[in-house]
């Protein structure tokens, strides 16, 4: 291989791993959204419980 053919070979080989990084970060930032939006539903329905009028029970 001469020099030049070297240097190509390493920035492939450097690409591919960008490139795995790259997929996972998006599968994790897809499970951090995930987690997110249940998380805030969550809150939704704690919330929309603990503002429901309640009857008051007769003495």
Sequence with gaps: MTH???HLA???ARAAELRAEADAH???GS???LRARLGWALVEVG???ATQPRPVPAC
């Design 31 to 33: 499970l951090h959204d």
């Design 47 to 49: 919330l929309k419980l």
């Design 26 to 28: 998006s599968t994790a």
């Design 10 to 12: 390493l920035h492939h």
């Design 4 to 6: 030049p053919d070297i």
